[in-house]
């Protein structure tokens, strides 16, 4: 279950032993749930607007420049909600999960600032659009985000309430019935009122009543003010579903199935066309092509840039060790990567010996194998930034789960359940374990899983924009020396 399915599911819930809420006309809002969606956008243009207009207020604008200021924001809001509305983030289940709009929400406006920035330099329309634009990005930022925290709060207790309005239906089911789980709670949510509910009966029982039931739909239907039929079976009695909506036709009403049992998850799942035919998608692939574009050229320029950057700091850290103890500057070892793929991970030495193979054991808080100079150099990271020259060659990236010894992949493997799954995508220089204090040894089998949990999850909900949060919350972490050793 994902992050907006649990905060639907917490929207939603029932208390046990709790009475049904309310469904009398009065206490329902005059707001279809197929209407949170425009009316979303409608509220994201005018929060913008009158953005604008605050913020031309403040600055003190003339009514000229209040005009092109005007003119901007309208482009603005055009931009910005297209984006939005191009991501799906405008559904109501979208809205519900608030940490994901936040996120979206500033991303998209600083992607919008960003080319109105470079739209206002290449045409050289001046300062003044720029000056109003700064002023209308924080206040409308600040504006839109308010807006996120009240459509979540609206849309829960519509929600929990059962508040919106919704068309009359007629369910035919064979599911049991329930008043927390099933198309009917979801129906009576969604603000539909479910004039009658009828059973559907077994496949075993015979065509007579199918015939009968099929009879007393009809004749509830006819002449009422009954707007859709939905009918919810297992998809296994598909040609008797068929049948069944077949002898329906004679109703001017919409009729909609609902499939129940394991084709629900199958269907929930994404899919796409092959040919004339439909394949369903069992596992996202690690990137799209687009996204590794995306992501190896940040890793090109990441990675080239801090090693300029770094050079002097490197080239000291290389004499230290040097002088320090007997061996070489470098030390490789073999790691499993991107599709099990060995590659030799090149660090700084920061011990008398250089284990590899099936014998490693891992470095503990005090160790006698690490030198002088390794201690300081562990301590502080330095002994890993020779694994940019790795994000270079293509064997590692800047940010994904961290790659293990070999021997100790093949422990993790056999303990932690889903370990293998790591090797979805390439290993990085830090990652979001690391961010989130997962460094150093793994002495426990709890330490392995919860580092694992972070990289799973780093994996499914992937982005440009995580890979760029974790690489400003790298150094930060490396400052609080969490576990690193």
Known sequence: ????????????????????????????????????????????????????????????????????????????????????????????????????????????????????????????????????????????????????????????????????????????TDQPKSSTTGLEHMLATLGFTVARRFSLPSAEAGLGYRKRLCASVIDHVSGSDVDEIFIEADLKRWPELRALAGELRVLPSHISFAPAGPAAEILRRPGRALGGEVCIEFQRGPHTRLEYAAKRTLDIFGASLALALLAPLLAAAAVAIKLDSPGPVLFRQQRCGFNRRNFAIRKFRTMRVLEDGENVVQALPVDKRVTRVGKWLRRASIDELPQLLNVLDGSMSLVGPRPHALAHENQFDKAVRNYAFR???????????????????????????????YDLWYIDNWSLRLDLAILLQTPLEVLRGRNAC
């Not at 003339?62 to 924001?73: C, L, M, N, P, R």
């Not at 045409?123 to 308010?146: F, P």
């Not at 997962?438 to 949990?453: D, F, K, M, S």
């Open 423 to 453: 090797r979805r995508v390439k290993p990085g220089l830090t990652g979001w374990a690391q961010v989130h204090g997962c460094r150093g040894p793994t002495p426990t089998l709890a330490a392995i899983e919860r580092r694992v949990e």
């Open 1 to 172: 279950m994902n992050a907006i399915d649990r905060t639907y599911a917490v929207a939603t819930r029932v208390e046990p032993g709790s009475p049904p809420p309310e469904h009398g006309g009065r206490r329902r809002w005059p707001i279809r749930f197929q209407a949170i969606e425009p009316l979303a956008m409608a509220a994201d243009v005018i929060v913008i607007l009158m953005s604008c207009l605050l913020a031309g207020a403040l600055s003190g604008a003339d009514s000229h420049a209040f005009g092109k200021a005007f003119g901007a924001a309208i482009v603005i809001a055009a931009l910005f909600v297209g984006l939005m509305k191009m991501r799906e983030l405008y559904r109501p289940l979208e809205l519900l999960a608030l940490r994901n709009q936040m996120r979206a929400v500033t991303g998209a406006w600083v992607q919008v600032f960003v080319l109105l920035a470079a739209a206002v330099g290449a045409l050289g329309m001046g300062h003044n659009i720029l000056r109003g634009a700064s002023l209308l990005a924080v206040i409308g930022l600040g504006a839109l985000v308010l807006l996120r925290v009240g459509l979540k709060r609206t849309l829960v207790k519509g929600l929990n309430g059962r508040k919106f309005a919704g068309r009359t239906v007629v369910l035919i």
